[in-house]
């Protein structure tokens, strides 16, 4: 009812006013042709979120950090590193991912409501781990802070990925561990630590840093599954008044 099916054997006009043909005329192809419509769907939600999370964290970033007028808490290179591993290399990745979820109105909303708590989260998160190293008994250097605060922003970034793969599948995991080689590779090498600018902060401050990021990740994953459940109890109430009404 919503799309006009041309067979191969129609005539010119029933073709041209068609949207879709099936130029061999068998109807068998259409599960694949939905399979197909699925995928893409589904996978650019998935990609729509992951860019407009980057957008809110990197907006929340200039504007505090213009109001705080403190020094940046990255370089270029930094938020390009960010960016390939996990934004650009995951972002293409994600678009080859198999999907039969059906399509759900409210692509937008879904969007909206993933992104916007996400990234405010991130900035908030990073934004305090970068105040951590610059204030207070550890008071790191510039090139340390922002080291710090790239790391993390990484582990968060990767968080907010893993949220989007759910469920996680072996495709998945291969792209999510693949992104954990390349920012090994980054971070500890000396050619990584050279061309990206990385200078590592002292033992002590690593440890706190990821006991807080740790203990933030942990918190925001248990409301995130509260939420989930509480949206499913209420689906389920709807589902069943609607039935009985």
């Not at 934004?87 to 399509?103: K, N, V």
């Not at 080291?147 to 291969?174: H, N």
């Not at 002590?204 to 203990?215: F, K, M, S, T």
């Amino acid at each position: 009812a919503d799309i006009g099916i041309a067979m191969d054997t129609a005539t010119p006009a029933t073709r041209a006013v068609g949207q879709l043909v099936l130029l061999d005329g068998r109807f068998d192809r259409l599960p694949s042709v939905v399979a197909e419509g699925r995928r893409v769907i589904t996978n650019m939600e998935r990609v729509s979120a992951l860019f407009v999370t980057k957008t809110v964290y990197a907006t929340l970033f200039a504007f505090t950090i213009g109001v705080w007028g403190a020094a940046f808490p990255f370089l270029p290179r930094h938020m390009s590193l960010v960016s390939e591993v996990t934004i650009g290399i995951p972002a293409f990745m994600l678009s080859f991912r198999s999907t039969d979820r059906p399509y759900r109105p409210g692509y937008i909303g879904r969007v909206l409501r993933f992104a916007g708590p996400a990234g405010v989260v991130t900035a908030v998160v990073t934004l305090g781990a970068y105040w951590i190293m610059r204030s207070g008994p550890f008071d790191v250097t510039l090139d340390e802070a922002r080291t710090g605060s790239t790391i993390v922003l990484i582990v968060l970034a990767l968080w907010v990925l893993a949220l989007l793969m759910k469920p996680i599948d072996r495709f998945d995991g291969l792209v999510l561990g693949g992104m954990v080689v390349l920012v090994l590779l980054a971070t500890l090498t000396p050619l990584g630590q050279a061309f990206y600018e990385l200078h590592w902060p002292d033992m002590d401050v690593l440890a706190v840093l990821g006991v807080y990021v740790g203990i933030v990740l942990v918190t925001a994953s248990i409301v995130i599954r509260r939420v989930a459940v509480s949206d499913l109890i209420d689906r389920e109430v709807d589902r069943v008044r609607r039935r009985f009404r």
